[in-house]
Structures are given as C-alpha cells and as structure tokens.
Nanobody, 114 residues
Framework: QVQLVESGGGLVQPGGSLRLSCAAS????????MAWYRQAPGKRREQVAR???????NYADSAKGRFAISRDNGKNTVYLQMNSLKLGDTAVYYC????????WGQGTQVTVSL
C-alpha cells in the first residue's frame, strides 16, 4: 500500500518560512518522480515544484527563487523549503509521487496571514 504523509504546514506571517516534508512508503522512492502541488480555495490544483529520480528540479514561476524542493532517498522523504512566503501562497499543499501511476498525499494546510 502506497502512503504519502505530509507534515510541516501551519500558520506563518508574510516573509516567513516553512519546510514541508513528505514521507513515502510502498513505492521505490529513489526511482520515483516526486512533486509538490497546491490548491487554494476556488482555484485549480497547480504544481509548485518537481524533482526527478536523478535530482533534476522544476519550479512554477511563482515559486522560483523562494522555494526549494529536495529529496533524501535514504529517508524516503521529499522536502519543500518555502521562504519569503506571501499571502498568495496560502493553500493546501499536496505531496505527489509517480511510479507507474500517480499517488497523492492527504494534504497539509499552509496559511500565510498577518
């Protein structure tokens, strides 16, 4: 059974930082593409950052220069370091994995507020 368990969300002020973690099980993690998506109320789910099995990363324009995705294959965990957070970053953040098919975590809430 595949499980993606996110943690690290919470409430932060604009300009602050958070680090999300996603622990994966049930898939060959080191061979899987991992990504973070987010969905704000009333908006479509969008990809924030992606990292391949080889460590190649891609970012949404909104995340470039502020967010960093990384993976620790020894811990089967992918991270999203988010800096300089803005009000518009408020959303539920989902961990995503691809190994022959797509898998999703349950999501973690990130709220950026004064």
């Amino acid at each position: 059974q595949v499980q993606l368990v996110e943690s690290g969300g919470g409430l932060v002020q604009p300009g602050g930082s958070l680090r999300l973690s996603c622990a994966a099980s049930g898939i060959p993690f080191s061979s899987s593409v991992m990504a973070w998506y987010r969905q704000a109320p009333g908006k479509r789910r969008e990809q924030v950052a992606r990292i391949t099995s080889g460590g190649i990363t891609n970012y949404a324009d909104s995340a470039k220069g502020r967010f960093a995705i990384s993976r620790d294959n020894g811990k089967n965990t992918v991270y999203l370091q988010m800096n300089s957070l803005k009000l518009g970053d408020t959303a539920v953040y989902y961990c995503y994995a691809h190994w022959t098919q797509d898998y999703w975590g349950q999501g973690t809430q990130v709220t950026v507020s004064l």
